[in-house]
């Protein structure tokens, strides 16, 4: 089982700590009625835009891009399942044909501070991703990466987590937060493998279109 697969489950697990996590954080992120703004704003404001496949890092297999759907992904869940305030995300979920996949996750939060205090709040969760997963199964061995910032908008840092088990399954990861004023938006890849099987550079430069994409 890849730890993937193990995350995925993960995800279920922690479908509750993300209901709980989000109430818990309320107040650090959408006061009480906020919701409601965000979406009469959006009304004035044309919807971000999400990541086509084609602008993924390449794979031989090519990519296949979901719908945009509503919600906070469970491919996130094992990294930031009980770190994200109550917003209203939306997200879009890609995969190859083979083990490798992805995800986006945008938010568009009151203002510019509430943006860049939630990335900032997203940066730290993964940050201390590595040694979270360390601590809640210790037949992980997890290695947590800062790969630096982008110069795009408000700004996008990369990040990258390499995890194995006890049974030897290896595999790599991807993130990169990015903010275009009051807009957030995470990309997350992964696959089987570690540091030297990542596509570091292409996935910086996805890192910076999925921001100026937006809008």
């Not at 279920?12 to 919701?35: F, H, I």
């Not at 997350?188 to 996935?203: H, I, K, S, V």
Request: hydrophobic letters at 40%; aromatic letters at 6%.
């Amino acid at each position: 089982m890849s730890v993937r697969t193990r995350v995925a489950a993960l995800a279920a697990l922690t479908a509750t700590a993300l209901a709980v996590g989000a109430a818990a954080t309320a107040q650090a992120g959408a006061a009480p009625g906020e919701a409601a703004q965000q979406n009469a704003s959006a009304q004035t404001k044309a919807a971000p835009r999400f990541l086509a496949a084609s602008e993924l890092p390449p794979h031989p297999t090519g990519w296949t891009a979901g719908p945009v759907t509503d919600g906070f992904p469970e491919q996130l869940a094992y990294c930031l399942g009980e770190g994200v305030p109550a917003y209203d995300y939306r997200h879009r979920l890609f995969h190859t044909d083979l083990d490798t996949s992805a995800v986006q996750v945008t938010v568009v939060t009151g203002s510019p501070a509430k943006g860049k205090a939630l990335a900032d709040r997203l940066n730290k969760e993964i940050r201390g991703c590595a040694a979270r997963l360390e601590r809640l199964y210790p037949e992980i061995e997890a290695e947590g990466r800062f790969f630096g910032t982008l110069p795009v908008e408000e700004g996008a840092t990369v990040h990258g987590l390499h995890t194995e088990t006890s049974y030897g399954a290896t595999d790599v990861n991807l993130l990169s937060v990015g903010r275009d004023g009051r807009t957030v938006t995470v990309v997350g890849w992964g696959q089987m493998g570690d540091f030297d099987d990542a596509p570091l550079a292409a996935f910086k430069k996805t890192a910076k279109k999925a921001v100026t994409r937006l809008y």
